[in-house]
């Protein structure tokens, strides 16, 4: 769902998750879009068989980021200003 890695994205920080992006806007795209994009590519979300659970996978070259993208992605945690802090 766009919005809630939106939201993702925007608690984490772009500056945090993708520094790279700021200040990068290519043929008029603006940042944040290229970061929802990124994620997306990044997150794997798979039902498992017979069940009623999801497998959530985030690829980041930080582990505590990816570990956090994860879990508010998944409803597992909510957006809180300390997460900011601590990547």
Known sequence: NRDLIEKVITS???ENI???LINNSTAGIEPIEMAIV???S???VE???KTNVLHVTFQHTNPRTAAIAV???SGAASPRPAFQHHL
């Open 12 to 14: 984490l920080k772009l």
């Open 18 to 20: 993708y520094p790279e």
């Open 38 to 40: 990124r994620f997306k």
């Open 42 to 44: 990044n997150l794997r």
């Open 47 to 49: 039902k498992i068989t």
């Open 71 to 73: 879990n508010l992605s």
